[in-house]
């Protein structure tokens, strides 16, 4: 297998001066000339002002187009942490990177900008012959601060794919919206074919005037959701998560919403309790009037979805009783589901750094409830083994959404190249290692900055 590479970027000594222009040189029948075409951008300039078609090349699993980012030039996972960046500058354009190439593997772009009326798509494919294509991958992207009007039915996504056994991993959206008086979609990450995975995804603020804002979608029938975040959707009508919930299917564990939708495989869905006399010894009845204890286990999670209350499952007693772990979450005539997992009605204040709007810092708190709560690839090998700045994540238990919290003492090695920097995060309770080649040429300049001090 070759895999012909070729640079992206401005600089002398570049084969190509635009993501486009490599595109329309490097496509073809890919199978018979048994190649992968890999791109690596280079950020040699403040962005890339181009929309992107990767459309046109014969390609299998093993044979395919490949834009990525080149090492020393990616972003550090934050809006403002450099990387290569694809910023539809002067008008309204319809997307960032369109790939309806089957198998097209995308990583580590970061889209703004695409503000106007046509904004359609940021990262991915998104059309009526999405279900045609197959394989497409999508890691360690960001997309953010994007505002359209775009009245479109099809609405607005900002990584997404329609094709079968789709992939975006480590990916995250914040800070779209949409104010169309269409009542369309507005929608963060995420697949529409249940064939198709979401992993490790974080999604934030996402917001819809009229339609529906949703941080991320999980797909049609038992599309898989695991190890994901989503907090903060508003507008007309709003959803963190927008899941078929799969009653006999572990595909979707360990998702963390802001409100009840976090996905997980469901024990009962929209279910009434009757009889209940203190904190234990609830009668569960479903909305038809049966019991539903013999759905639920121990550990299982009981949402009051009317009251915006969870508890774990302490026991089940018996055909009509069960008991919970805590106190004042259940009622007469309220609305309940029971999951298998998941955490609900988490806010941001408890998750991220910082959600002020134009400052963000979606690294994880210490605290966060996303700290070692996902499930890791030794479990789970749909898992990534790093996060979206290349962290490694454990074989066990792993955090939930796009990072991993690195803690205290650790020291995730980056090595810093004389022609590039490198931005290296962490936190007050974090160790920084730097390491210099001792072939590098020239003097080496370091600096700490820590809030407004330097």
């Not at 006999?248 to 009962?268: G, L, Q, V, W």
């Not at 007469?332 to 029971?338: A, E, I, M, P, T």
């Amino acid at each position: 297998m070759a895999v012909i590479t070729k640079s992206i970027g401005v600089a002398t000594g570049r084969d190509y001066s635009s993501i486009s222009s490599w595109e329309s040189a490097q496509q073809g029948n890919l199978v018979s000339l048994q190649e992968i075409h890999k791109g690596e951008c280079y950020a040699d300039s403040s962005y890339f002002d181009e929309s992107v078609t990767i459309s046109g090349s014969t390609t299998s699993s093993d044979y395919y187009m490949y834009l990525t980012v080149a090492e020393g030039n990616r972003h550090d996972g934050t809006k403002s942490g450099g990387g290569v960046v694809i910023d539809r500058q002067g008008g309204a354009y319809s997307y960032g990177v369109y790939a309806p190439d089957s198998y097209t593997f995308l990583e580590y772009l970061r889209v703004t900008g695409l503000n106007g009326g046509n904004s359609v798509v940021c990262i991915g494919i998104m059309d009526g012959g999405g279900e045609g294509h197959s394989g497409v991958v999508i890691k360690d992207c960001i997309v953010h601060d994007i505002s359209t009007n775009c009245n479109t039915s099809t609405g607005f996504w900002g990584i997404v794919s329609t094709c079968n056994n789709a992939k975006i991993i480590n990916c995250q959206v914040f800070n779209m919206s949409r104010t169309s008086a269409e009542s369309s979609w507005t929608v963060g990450l995420g697949c529409t074919i249940s064939t198709s995975k979401t992993i490790n995804c974080s999604a934030f603020n996402i917001t819809d005037t009229n339609g529906s804002a949703v941080g991320i979608h999980g797909g049609r029938g038992n599309g898989a959701v695991i190890n994901c975040i989503s907090l903060g959707a508003s507008g007309g009508y709003s959803t963190d998560f927008n899941v078929t919930y799969p009653f006999s299917s572990d595909d979707c564990k360990k998702n963390i919403s802001s409100d009840h939708t976090a996905p997980s495989t469901a024990r009962c869905n929209t279910v009434l309790t009757t009889d209940v006399s203190g904190n234990t010894g609830y009668t569960v009845k479903d909305a038809d009037g049966y019991f539903i204890t013999k759905s639920v286990q121990e550990g299982d999670v009981f949402i009051n979805i009317t009251d915006k209350k969870t508890s774990v499952i302490a026991s089940v007693d018996s055909e009509t009783q069960l008991t919970l772990n805590d106190s004042d979450v259940a009622g007469n005539s309220k609305s309940y589901r029971v999951n298998a997992d998941g955490k609900y009605f988490k806010t941001t204040a408890n998750n991220y750094i910082s959600t002020t709007y134009g400052s963000e810092n979606l690294l994880l708190l210490d605290s966060s409830d996303a700290v070692d709560y996902g499930v890791g690839h030794g479990t789970d090998s749909n898992v990534p083994t790093d996060d979206i700045i290349d962290n490694t994540r454990p074989d066990s238990a792993c955090d939930v959404g796009c990072y991993q919290n690195m803690a205290s003492g650790t020291c995730p090695e980056q090595w810093i190249d004389e022609w590039n920097r490198y931005n290296i995060l962490a936190r007050s309770s974090e160790s920084i290692c730097i390491k210099v080649d001792s072939n590098t040429n020239g003097s080496n300049t370091f600096k700490i900055i820590s809030g407004s001090d330097s």
